[in-house]
């Protein structure tokens, strides 16, 4: 198995795989399974760190993932007249780096919260654990982008990564053979992100489908947990 195959199936054919069992298996679980599709509330312990840190992750990743569709997904005929592809760049990693940063506070808080608390951990499946702590790796390579575009400002990797993501959405053949040449962190951080979609539908991360699917989530009540 040579590193072209490799490099042609993580990520040129993975995707695709991710993507498909995202959407199948979504359907499926919202079909056979709606009692299950919600973010299992623990709002009755350690209530200040819950906000605290649910409301900075939550805020924090919904501008995270905003920017990364905008910057990625905009055709070059829309921002070339207002930004060059160096200053695309750089609004790309103030934006992310700020609001990653925001994210991952959050994330660290809710994550700490769920391990130091018996009460918790021990109410907590393996697969909440596990969607922690690949969310927090996945922002933490993000992060870890940052310098590596500080020193590159040229905008040309920002270019090249944003050529594969439209590659992808729009099936462009041997789409992989873009990213031969990126750094490795890269690579992981795009590896990673399209396994999080894979995951999504077997895990919490499916409510994510209620807040895209309607409007009406932004302004629904909140969700009231009482003792006995």
């Known amino acids: 198995m040579n590193q072209h195959f490799i490099q042609s199936f993580i990520f040129g054919v993975y995707p695709y795989i991710c993507l498909a069992i995202w959407l199948i298996g979504s359907l499926i679980r919202f079909d056979r399974e709606q009692y299950t599709w919600k973010s299992d509330s623990s709002q009755l312990l350690r209530r200040r760190q819950l906000r605290l840190g649910s409301n900075l992750f939550h805020v924090g990743v919904l501008i995270v993932i905003a920017g990364h569709f905008a910057g990625f997904l905009a055709p070059h005929w829309m921002v070339s007249p207002f930004l060059n592809a160096s200053q695309h760049q750089f ?78 959405v729009t099936f462009q053949p041997d789409v992989a053979a873009l990213l031969a040449q990126a750094p490795l962190v890269y690579k992981i951080h795009i590896a990673l992100g399209f396994t999080i979609f894979l995951v999504s539908p077997f895990t919490r991360l499916v409510h994510i489908w209620s807040g895209l699917a309607t409007v009406t989530y932004l302004l629904r009540p909140h969700q009231i947990v009482r003792k006995r």
């Open 91 to 168: 609004v790309a990693m103030a934006a992310g780096g700020s609001a990653g940063i925001v994210a991952i506070i959050g994330l660290s808080i809710l994550l700490y919260r769920r391990l130091s608390d018996p009460r918790i951990r021990i109410n907590s499946a393996p697969a909440d654990i596990l969607v922690l702590a690949i969310l927090w790796l996945q922002l933490a390579l993000g992060l870890a982008t940052v310098p590596l575009s500080i020193a590159h400002m040229d905008g040309a990797m920002f270019e090249v990564l944003s050529d594969y993501v439209k590659g992808i």
